[in-house]
């Protein structure tokens, strides 16, 4: 499972890639560019910390472009009640076999859906107190989006945004499988139109991007 990733960039950027690699414009405040936006940009992201996230302006027309937003990583769903710390469930990851149907996780894989931007994100491998950290990125360096859920509650310390990072699992010849067995749900354009369109059938879009899509450094496991 992913418990760690880094954006490191500027929203510049994000709203570059966004253009270049999905097609999509990035949606700001009016008199508001990726430029001048101050909307801050977390470069190491953990669970229960705030990251960023790209969600459709428009949810029922993705077309119309992604806002950024920082929410916490870690859905909380809809119904939570009290106080946002007691919310205990580990929910930084979805298992993709079951978010359809996950009490936590079904109405926001329904109607609210996201990409994460990511430069990288980590796996470790080796020996319980000397484990080695790999940072998977994109092999041609470029951005990379994952499919992603968010929710919105209102908690006793007011209106709460979050959200989760499905997973898949990692088998022979993916480029995640040396390092662990599940990984996250890597987007290209025309899988980031299939998750974003929430009419679609997503199942074509749960499977592993093609071996070499991303490089692991350093590139070798470390035997445990």
Not at 81 to 105: H, I
């Amino acid at each position: 499972m992913c418990n760690a990733y880094n954006l490191k960039t500027r929203m510049a950027a994000i709203g570059e890639a966004v253009a270049r690699d999905l097609g999509l414009p990035l949606v700001f405040p009016p008199g508001v560019t990726a430029e001048t936006s101050n909307l801050a940009v977390p470069e190491a992201v953990y669970p229960r910390r705030d990251g960023l996230i790209l969600r459709p302006a428009d949810p029922a027309d993705y077309s119309q472009g992604l806002e950024p937003i920082v929410a916490h990583w870690g859905l909380v769903p809809f119904f939570h009640k009290g106080p946002l710390k007691a919310w205990k469930a580990s929910t930084n990851n979805a298992r993709s076999e079951t978010m359809a149907t996950s009490p936590a996780f079904r109405e926001a894989f329904r109607r609210r859906r996201c990409l994460i931007p990511v430069t990288s994100f980590t796996e470790w491998t080796g020996p319980k107190g000397s484990k080695t950290a790999h940072a998977i990125s994109r092999a041609d360096g470029g951005l990379l989006f994952l499919a992603g859920l968010w929710d919105r509650c209102i908690t006793d310390d007011g209106p709460a945004e979050s959200y989760t990072m499905p997973m898949i699992e990692a088998v022979a010849g993916d480029d995640v499988a040396p390092f662990h067995n599940r990984q996250p749900v890597v987007l290209d354009g025309q899988r980031a139109a299939l998750w974003l369109e929430l009419a679609a059938d997503t199942s074509p879009v749960l499977s592993a991007m093609p071996p070499g899509t991303l490089a692991a450094d350093p590139p070798d496991p470390v035997a445990a």
